[in-house]
């Protein structure tokens, strides 16, 4: 049986990101909107063409292209492109352009850097991946352009489309899957091959091509082992020593080449570790997250039962969006889940736990926040209905579901 999945049907208003557009509209610098692919960077951009439209802004205006469209497909040459935009524009009024998929452009940093000279133009591009803003792009566009890195709903942006669900209800739902696309999908075939469909799109466009990668069934058993471990520290040597007992001959290099190419592809996101007495961030064994709990369950079909470490993941998402960085802390030979820092440097402290009603359960749980000396904030999220909330001392026990709703 054949499934046809089209785009996505049911437009969730990504509040967040759209506001952050509009404040940005027409500042002079690039915005660069960053992102896996299928998370709603494109649609993203309908949502700001319909803003400007309410503000008289007309579709000859507004110049959108996406090279991913094969009938943009002479453009994919910077000269080309150059040439079809100068073509399109006069000096008279403002237009808006919306470049997607912009890495696959040969030199597509040259034609961003030159449009950007030009003061009626208010330029904006999407990426799916990490690498595209590394070397020339970086170093032509120093001080001229701003970075927006969005990720799959956020469990707010999924519950309002399911208001007619309970809290529960949702949180089942969500952990099956966060892309905009499948938000009303209950049909577990076409979400399967939704979601293989977008996975193949990361390994193959974005990874092993990239990367030059020809060994897919080693990048995949590396992507297993990674995903296996989220909430462990995981170090190259332990991967590839495990992958040595499986009888895969593989180097150290290499796995570190991987690992690093799953980061770029922008289908696990690292958590390096923090040293929370000494203020600095350590240099080995970090933590991965997935950037979507399907690819989770469809790279391990038989591991269901991990709740914890599946909780513990959505909150690392949406530390994410809220904060500038999100570290593991350690504390001596304490473990602080997510030491965040905002945009003024000020630390949060975070403790992840499934359930605390066992004042054993509690004691263990608090006890590295307890030890920590400043006077940051410091949260416990956990997914306890009964006594959800609480203050130990200062440190805040918060319903996980109700902290994920909040603005």
């Known amino acids: 049986m054949h499934i046809i999945v089209q785009e996505e049907k049911t437009v969730i208003k990504r509040e967040t990101y759209l506001n952050w557009l509009i404040k940005h509209q027409e500042n002079g610098l690039i915005k660069i909107i960053s992102g896996v692919r299928r998370s709603g960077k494109s649609t993203l951009f309908e949502l700001f063409k319909d803003h400007l439209k309410t503000e008289h802004v007309t579709d000859e205006q507004i110049i959108h292209l996406n090279f991913e469209d094969l009938r943009y497909y002479e453009l994919?040459?910077?000269?080309?492109?150059?040439?079809?935009?100068?073509?399109?524009?006069?000096?008279?009024?403002?237009?808006?352009?919306?470049?997607?998929?912009?890495?696959?452009?040969?030199k597509f940093e040259e034609v961003v850097n030159s449009l950007n000279l030009q003061p009626n133009l208010d330029i904006y591009i999407t990426g799916s991946n990490a690498y595209f803003m590394s070397g020339e792009l970086a170093t032509l566009l120093t001080g001229r352009y701003i970075e927006l890195s969005i990720?799959?709903?956020?469990?707010?942006?999924?519950?309002?489309?399911?208001?007619?669900?309970s809290l529960t209800e949702v949180y089942d739902k969500y952990q099956k899957s966060a892309f905009p696309y499948l938000v009303n999908k209950d049909d577990e075939e076409e979400r399967n091959f939704y979601l293989r469909s977008a996975y193949n799109d990361i390994t193959?466009?974005?990874?092993?091509?990239?990367?030059?990668?020809?060994?897919?069934?080693?990048?995949?058993?590396?992507?297993?082992?990674?995903?296996?471990?989220?909430?462990?520290?995981?170090?190259i040597n332990k991967i590839a020593n495990t992958l040595k007992s499986q009888n895969v001959s593989v180097s150290n290099n290499t796995v570190e080449k991987y690992v690093d190419a799953f980061v770029n592809g922008l289908i696990l996101y690292p958590a390096p570790r923090y040293d929370i007495k000494g203020r600095k961030l350590l240099q080995r064994l970090e933590?991965?997250?997935?950037?979507?709990?399907?690819?989770?369950?469809?790279?391990?079909?038989?591991?269901?039962e991990d709740a914890g470490h599946i909780l513990e993941n959505i909150i690392f998402l949406e530390l994410k969006r809220r904060y500038k960085e999100v570290y593991v802390g350690k504390q001596g030979s304490l473990e602080v889940d997510f030491v965040c820092l905002n945009s003024d440097n000020s630390l949060v402290y975070y403790r992840v736990a499934l359930q605390t009603l066992?004042?054993?359960?509690?004691?263990?749980?608090?006890?590295?926040?307890?030890?920590?000396s400043d006077a940051y904030p410091k949260y416990l999220l956990t997914l306890d209905t009964i006594h959800k909330t609480a203050n130990y001392n200062g440190i805040l026990k918060k319903n996980a579901l109700d902290w994920l709703l909040e603005n």
């Open 204 to 235: 193959l466009k974005d990874i092993m091509t990239r990367y030059k990668i020809t060994e897919q069934g080693i990048l995949e058993r590396v992507l297993r082992f990674l995903v296996s471990a989220i909430g462990s520290e995981v170090s």
């Open 358 to 372: 066992d004042e054993s359960a509690l004691t263990r749980e608090l006890r590295s926040l307890e030890n920590i």
């Open 76 to 106: 994919r040459n910077f000269l080309s492109l150059n040439d079809y935009i100068q073509e399109k524009i006069s000096k008279e009024q403002k237009y808006y352009i919306f470049l997607d998929e912009i890495q696959i452009v040969e």
């Open 151 to 165: 990720l799959p709903l956020s469990f707010k942006e999924f519950y309002s489309a399911h208001t007619d669900l």
């Open 287 to 304: 933590k991965y997250y997935v950037v979507d709990l399907g690819f989770r369950e469809m790279i391990l079909p038989d591991k269901k």
